[in-house]
Structures are given as structure tokens and as C-alpha cells.
Nanobody, 124 residues
Framework: VQLQASGGGLVQSGGSLRLSCVASGLNLEYYTLGWFRQAPGKEREGVSWITYSGARTYYADSGKGRFTISRDNARSTMYLQMNSLKPEDTAVYFC??????????????????WGQGTLVTVSS
């Protein structure tokens, strides 16, 4: 099982980035996919998640209206489009997969598999 996150980088405040997460070794039909982030000195927090069909999604308040999660199951890939980025979005972003029914932000311990993280830095 492998989750490979990419797409991070350095961007100015107000800019955009699209993160990608390619999954392998999983039957994605049984997994909700999600994004978490962890800023220096802070706990890992849930950013967004999406069910297999895309019928259910979740966004943390910090990303509502700015972030859009999607997935292409044929490509085994999940995306996070991040617009209007702010310096407070600076963090390492992780993708993860969960076999459980997720309610609300989703606790990290409910996610079985994790990618290695991609760094997003937003300059002011």
C-alpha cells in the first residue's frame, strides 16, 4: 500500500496550489480519502475528505470556500485544489485513506494508510 502526495511548494498569499495523492495497493472502493495538515509545533488537523463516490465531502472551516477536494478513481488519484492561500495554510499536507465511515473532521487514528507529506509554504 502506498499513498504518494505531491504538488506542494512556495506560493505567495492569495495564490493557488493543487495537491495530488496517488494511491496504489488499495481497493479504493472501500476507502474514504482525506487530507490532513500539520504546521510546526501544532497537532495534525483534518482539512478535507471525500468518499469513494464523491457523494460525501467534508471541509474544515479553515478551508471552506477556498479548498475543493475531488478524486478520480480510474486514476487512483485524489486532489485538493487550494485557492486564496493564506500564510496560516503553511504546513506539511498529508493524504490518508480510511476504511471507516468518517463523521466530521475525522480523527487521524481512523485513517489506516498515510502518504509521506508535501510541504506547502505561503509567503505574506
Amino acid at each position: 500500500v502506498q499513498l504518494q502526495a505531491s504538488g506542494g511548494g512556495l506560493v505567495q498569499s492569495g495564490g493557488s496550489l493543487r495537491l495530488s495523492c496517488v494511491a496504489s495497493g488499495l481497493n479504493l472502493e472501500y476507502y474514504t480519502l482525506g487530507w490532513f495538515r500539520q504546521a510546526p509545533g501544532k497537532e495534525r488537523e483534518g482539512v478535507s475528505w471525500i468518499t469513494y463516490s464523491g457523494a460525501r465531502t467534508y471541509y474544515a472551516d479553515s478551508g471552506k470556500g477556498r479548498f475543493t477536494i475531488s478524486r478520480d478513481n480510474a486514476r487512483s488519484t485524489m486532489y485538493l485544489q487550494m485557492n486564496s492561500l493564506k500564510p496560516e495554510d503553511t504546513a506539511v499536507y498529508f493524504c490518508a485513506a480510511s476504511r471507516y465511515t468518517i463523521v466530521g473532521p475525522g480523527r487521524p487514528e481512523l485513517f489506516d494508510h498515510w502518504g509521506q507529506g508535501t510541504l506547502v509554504t505561503v509567503s505574506s
